[in-house]
């Protein structure tokens, strides 16, 4: 089944203790991307990456960190997370930026 | 710079009864793609539609239906005779840019609450 998969869904954490949320593709995209949902909001685009290796700011970058070491996944990392990081996480995949994103499940994080 | 409004924060109707969800985008750009996602209380985003720029035919899917005017930058969809499952939040989304700048940029979505 094609999907993008994403964990942990759930994680409550301190503030200043690292983490790590993966997330997986087995579509072969190119382009992967993380999101934040918050109210009110919508979706804003933290990070995204057009292939191995090349990754790059969205719009809301500060705080956070990704690497692309693999086409299938794209990990997002706090290094020190913050109570304004408590938010609604998704990944998205698509073959190319242009096309369709088919997201992931997300992830609620909640930052004490 | 490009913007994506949806106006309607919350929507409530009864079954059966049409609902129309407003989106309106900004854009510079003359090739661009429009999207439509459903999430519901699970919390997932579904694909519902896309539609690029240069196609302004409208669209129906089942009790779905999306009606593309450039003239008015406006991109809203209706379903018609609504049920609970619907009950979800609505973003529409504006894809611009060519290339490695293209940027996909969401509204703030509509809840959208359907009463039996």
């Known amino acids: 089944e094609a999907q993008v998969t994403q964990n942990p869904r759930y994680l409550i954490t301190v503030t200043g203790k690292k983490l790590t949320v993966t997330c997986s593709q087995n579509m072969n995209h190119e382009y992967m991307s993380w999101y934040r949902q918050d109210p009110g909001l919508g979706l804003r685009q933290i990070y995204y990456s057009m292939n191995v290796e090349v990754t790059d700011k969205g719009d809301v970058p500060e705080g956070y960190k990704v690497s692309r070491k693999e086409k299938r996944n794209f990990p997002l990392i706090l290094e020190s997370p913050s109570p304004n990081q408590t938010s609604l996480y998704f990944c998205?995949?698509?073959?190319?930026?242009?096309?369709?994103?088919?997201f992931g499940p997300g992830t609620r994080l909640l930052v004490l | 710079a490009q913007k994506v409004t949806q106006a309607q924060t919350e929507i409530s109707v009864v079954e059966k009864e049409d609902v129309t969800l407003d989106c309106v985008y900004e854009t510079r750009d003359t090739t661009y793609y429009l999207f439509w996602y459903k999430q519901p209380p699970s919390g997932e985003l579904v694909f519902l539609i896309r539609r690029n720029s240069f196609d302004e035919q409208n669209e129906i899917s089942g009790r779905y239906s999306w009606n593309f005017q450039k003239s008015t930058s406006s991109f809203n969809f209706t379903i018609t005779a609504s049920q609970v499952v619907d009950s979800a939040v609505y973003f529409c989304a504006l894809s611009t840019g060519a290339g490695s700048a293209r940027q996909l940029t969401f509204g703030s979505g509509t809840q959208l609450t359907v009463l039996p």
């Open positions: 998205a995949s698509s073959l190319f930026r242009a096309e369709t994103q088919y």
